[in-house]
Structure formats: structure tokens, C-alpha cells
């Protein structure tokens, strides 16, 4: 889901000093469990498990999602500098299975970055970018790295994965089916649905030096 509508962020300079990059997010969850803790106020066993579930599939999708040829050309056209902020919290289970891919797809540009902030801790910049009413996580907002303008918000799944999840709440599946049936998504999908949408929403977040017009078709 995206909203492109250019506008001025709650997230300030402040914020970003603050946030933390993919690899200090994983070192700050592996030092959570060993204390038997998860991010937020939250620390029962069934969400430290959720937790420690979550790194398995951040390290799955590490190893198991390779950025296409067409994306990584995009991406290195990319002239204009960028900072993704995702909000997001360690028990999340789509959080694990967009953000490491999201993190790829910015590493390939040296004009990308990706900062992590934890939703429960910033309920103000969490609350300016609702899903349908809802504080959904993981929730990207794109910012211009030197005005932070608004560019863009991506979250908190792609579409396909969205539309399961629809359908299994209007059929009343219980949380435990539609969980399985939603990571076994993700699983078999490795990060390619989401990096078609990626590819699309460069073409509006980003000043590209040579936009591909087959691709513009695709995504208009």
C-alpha cells in the first residue's frame, strides 16, 4: 500500500539520530533474548517466541531473497538521496519478513538509507501513518534525505499478502491458520512481489537518470 502524496513529516532530525540501522536492529533483538525480553512492554513467552521465530525468518529471507537484475539497474540510477524510515517492533511477523529484503533493495543504492524505529516508542510518527485505522507494522515512509519531504509510505505487507489476510479475517480463519497460511506466502514468494512494488514506487520517490519506459508501463 502507498500513499504518494508529497507533504510535510512529524519525523524530525531528532528521530533519525535515533533510529537504528538493520544490523543494529538484529544486534539489539539477539541481546533482548538472551535476557528473555522482546522490544515493547511485552515480554510473555509467547511473544519472546514470536521473537525468536522472527530472527529465523529474517536469516531465511537474508539467504533466500535475490534482488533481480531490473531493480538493481534501477536502483543504480537512483540520483536523489533517501532515507526509509520503518517503524516496526521485533515480535512482528511481517516486520521479519519485508524488512531484510527492504534492507537489500536500499543497500544497492548509495543514495538509500534505512532507519529502524520501534512503533510503541513513537506512537505520535506511528499514529501519522495509520493503515485503514490501524497501527500496522512494518510502515515505511520515504523521506527526502535533505528537506524530509514526504515521498512516499509503503506497509505493512504487498498486496498480495494484504489480500490474504483480508480474506481470511471475512471468513473468520482463526490468527493460527491465517498466520501459517500468510509466512507460508512469504516462504515460497522470496521477497519478489515486494520488490515489483518497490520497483514501482521508485519510479515516483525517486529522480532516476534513465527511467525504463516498460517498466512505467507496467506500473501505471
Avoid at 186 to 199: H, M, P, V
Wanted: with cysteine.
Amino acid at each position: 500500500m502507498n500513499d504518494t502524496l508529497k507533504a510535510k513529516t512529524p519525523i524530525t532530525q531528532e528521530h533519525l539520530s535515533k533510529a537504528i540501522s538493520y544490523m543494529q536492529y538484529l544486534e539489539m533483538i539477539d541481546r533482548l533474548l538472551v535476557e528473555g525480553k522482546t522490544t515493547g512492554d511485552n515480554h510473555s513467552e509467547e511473544m519472546v517466541e514470536y521473537t525468536r521465530m522472527n530472527m529465523h525468518r529474517m536469516h531465511r529471507m537474508e539467504k533466500t531473497a535475490v534482488l533481480d537484475d531490473e531493480i538493481v539497474q534501477l536502483l543504480l540510477s537512483v540520483e536523489n538521496k533517501m532515507t526509509w524510515v520503518v517503524l516496526t517492533e521485533a515480535w512482528c511477523g511481517d516486520a521479519a519478513q519485508n524488512i531484510p529484503t527492504i534492507s537489500k533493495i536500499a543497500d544497492a543504492s548509495p543514495l538509500i538509507e534505512v532507519k529502524l524505529l520501534l512503533r510503541d516508542e513513537h506512537p505520535e510518527l506511528m499514529d501519522a501513518y495509520l493503515t485503514n485505522g490501524t497501527r500496522s507494522i512494518p510502515k515505511l515512509i520515504a523521506l527526502d534525505t535533505d528537506t524530509l519531504e514526504v515521498l512516499g509510505t509503503w506497509g505493512p505487507r504487498p498486496k498480495a499478502a494484504q489480500q490474504l489476510v483480508q480474506e481470511a479475517k471475512s471468513n473468520n480463519l482463526p490468527f493460527k491458520e491465517m498466520a501459517e497460511k500468510l509466512h507460508g506466502w512469504y516462504a515460497k514468494d522470496r521477497g519478489r512481489t515486494l520488490q515489483q512494488e518497490f520497483k514501482c514506487l521508485l519510479q515516483s520517490w525517486a529522480k532516476l537518470t534513465s527511467p525504463q519506459e516498460q517498466l512505467v508501463e507496467r506500473c501505471s
